[in-house]
Structures are given as C-alpha cells and as structure tokens.
C-alpha cells in the first residue's frame, strides 16, 4: 500500500494551498460579514480548473482523479468552509448528476458551461418535511404533452440564490416513497419557479453561502430537462450523494486543519506562568488527540476517494469518512477554543469561525444518525421486512 502522492496529485494540492493563502485567507472575515462572496473571486477559481475539478476535459474540466479532488476541498475548506460548499454543490452534486446520468446533448449543453465556471448550479432534494427521510419528498411533476409542470417547495438549499441550473427532485403523482422519483434541470427565470428565502449571516455558520427556500407553482419545464431515467430518481440521488459526502469528509478536514494550526500558533505564542502555555501537558495533549483524529479522517477520506477512482462501490466508506470527519471536525474545533481561552469566545480569532462551520457538517447531505445506519447496513446487512 502506497501512501504517497503522485506528482499530479501534489501539485494540486500545492496549487490550492498557495490559492486559498493568497485568494481566501485576507478576505473571508469580510465575505462572511458581508454574507456573500464575490462572482469575480469564482471566476479566478474557474480559471483554474476548480469549478470543473472531476469533469473530463471533454467537457470543459480539469479532469482530476478523486484523490486530488479531496485535496482539493481540503485546501479550500481550510481558508472558508462557505468556498467550500459553494464549490462542493458545484462539483460533487449538479456536475456529478450530469457525467453520471445527463445525456451527451445534456453534458454538452449543461455541464460544459458549469466545469467552467461560467454557470452555478444547485441541488434540489431536501423539502421542510422530506430531510433525512428524503424519500417523503412531496414536490410533483406532472407530463403533460412535452413539458412537464413541477409543484412544491425545496427547503436549505446551498446555492439556491445563485444557481443558474437547479436539479430539482419531484416524484409523478400517484407514486410513494421510492417510486416515481425523478430529477429535471429547471433553468434560473423559467415560469413559476421562485426564490421565496435567502439565509446568510443568520445562520450559524457558512455565512457567505447562500441557503435558499425554493418555490415551484405550475413550474413548465420542457421534457427534454429530465435527467437520467424517468422513475429513477431514488437511486440517482443515492449514487449523487456519495460524491456530495466525500466533498464534506474532505472539508472537515480542512477546517480541522485550520482550527488546530490557529491552536498550535496561539499555544507557541500565549504565555501563562511565564512559559508558553504550549508547554503545559493539558494543552499538548489537545494538540496531540487533534493531529491524530485529523489524520485518521483524512485517511478515510482519502480511502473513500480511492475507491471512487477505482469505480467500485464506497457507500460505506464514504459514510464512515463523513461521520468521522464531522464528529472529529466538532471536537478539534471545541479543543482550539480551549486552548484560546477566552479569546476562542470572541469573534477576534477565526477559531470561532471554525467552531460555527463544522456544526454543520453532520447534518447536511445526510445526518450522522443517516450515516450510522448506512454503516450498519452495508457491515449488518439490511433489517429483516416483517
């Protein structure tokens, strides 16, 4: 078993290292006061390949291996959790959706102008009454002639505002649960299809991301905005997933790193007693128990990545990298608060920043609750149908 990078791979990894300390690190504190990040900032992201990361070239991406992928939002992740998701909706969710299930006038038309950053998408699945039980989704899609006319509502919704392209999620009347679900590329200003809440700076974190409340009445989508099979929805979402939760493993670890890197900093500069509280056992065993839980989450991680690069199934890894990396991102950022004392309180240090941002990370795109019972699926086996 190698361990090591591939050059391609490191260059990556150095190229987003070097972006994020020049491009993100001065100005976050601003874009999350001001609850937005500005169009221009993504457009040198896209001239760099990020915005396309996993996309063939064929198709306007920079065609990178998951593995780099996950370094990739590792990097970005460690300079603003709210880049982060931005760029992981981007890549692991609406692109993902197109090269997985869009048809080639779809990849063309689509997903050439997203890997390029001259368009942003959006995923559409959770409802304010379908979140971890998703398939109690009540949006409806109707065909009538050629043009199928959506109903409902979508609610927390990363990139609702901005999104060009919004992959909507809606189930034929009639159908229940699993069945009858599909997915259609509903274009931002198409007829009956509205913005109805923007959360930014109210939130708890990811304060520069825009979280949207969307609204479909009588929404006319054509037929040929269908994407993937009709009645196919379920397993589509699931296999999406999969990519969308390897894109928040790897940001965990990224704000981890951030938060215990601030740690080691305040630890080797703070003095206490006339030493550098750094000296103290208390302190060094935080710092030891969050460098060893960072490298273990990002192990999995980059485990999961491998796996997906190979093409075999990672369900189960993919989870057990979000579930870890979430639980682990929570407890590295409580220890960097501790060790700042009461400054981790205040909003002087970007600790508390990290502190607000990892909550998130074990409730979107599957809970930790959701992601224990995967885990337990696929090592148990399904529970018995009575």
């Given at each position: 078993m190698d361990f090591r990078l591939t050059e391609e791979q490191r260059l990556v990894q150095e190229t987003a290292r070097d972006?994020?300390?020049r491009e993100i690190v001065p100005h976050v504190r601003e874009w999350e006061a001001k609850g937005e990040v500005p169009k221009a900032f993504y457009a040198k992201m896209a001239g760099l390949g990020f915005l396309g990361a996993p996309v063939p070239p064929e198709y306007g991406g920079a065609g990178m291996d998951y593995v780099s992928f996950a370094l990739l939002i590792e990097e970005i992740s460690r300079g603003s959790s709210s880049v982060r998701t931005t760029v992981s909706v981007q890549t692991s969710l609406s692109e993902s959706t197109l090269m997985l299930f869009g048809s080639e006038e779809q990849k063309k038309e689509w997903l050439v102008p997203l890997a390029k950053g001259k368009r942003f998408g959006a995923w559409a699945l959770t409802e304010p009454e379908a979140g971890s039980?998703?398939?109690?989704?009540?949006?409806?899609?109707?065909l009538r002639g050629?043009?199928?006319i959506l109903n409902g509502a979508k609610?927390?919704?990363s990139n609702g505002s901005l999104?060009?392209?919004?992959f909507v999620y809606a189930r034929?009347?009639?159908?229940?649960?699993?069945e009858g679900l599909s997915c259609f590329m509903v274009p931002k200003g198409t007829p009956g299809f509205s913005v109805t809440k923007v959360e930014t700076t109210t939130k708890l974190g990811l304060r520069a991301s825009p979280t949207a409340d969307l609204a479909f009445e009588d929404c006319h989508v054509l037929k040929g905005n269908l994407v993937g099979k009709r009645g196919g929805g379920w397993d589509q979402a699931m296999r999406t997933l999969n990519n969308g939760r390897l894109g928040i493993a790897a940001g965990a670890v990224g704000v981890a790193r951030a938060a215990l890197e601030a740690a080691v900093k305040y630890a080797q500069q703070r003095k206490a007693f006339n030493r550098p509280i750094g000296d103290f056992q208390l302190i060094r065993e935080m710092i030891a128990e969050s460098a060893m839980e960072i490298d273990a989450a990002r192990l999995l991680t980059l485990r999961a990545a491998h796996m997906r690069?190979?093409?075999v199934d990672n369900t189960k890894e993919v989870s057990m990298a979000k579930l870890f990396g979430a639980q682990m991102a929570m407890r590295v950022c409580d220890r960097a608060i501790q060790v700042h004392g009461g400054y981790g309180f205040s909003g002087d240090f970007d600790v508390e920043r990290y502190f607000r941002d990892a909550r998130i990370l074990g409730l979107y795109e599957g809970t930790n609750e959701i992601q224990k019972l995967i885990i337990a699926e696929k090592v148990l086996g399904p529970t018995a149908k009575k």
């Open positions: 972006f994020v300390d039980d998703a398939a109690n989704l009540a949006t409806t899609a109707t050629d043009e199928w609610r927390f919704i999104a060009d392209y919004v034929e009347p009639g159908t229940q649960r699993h690069d190979l093409g």
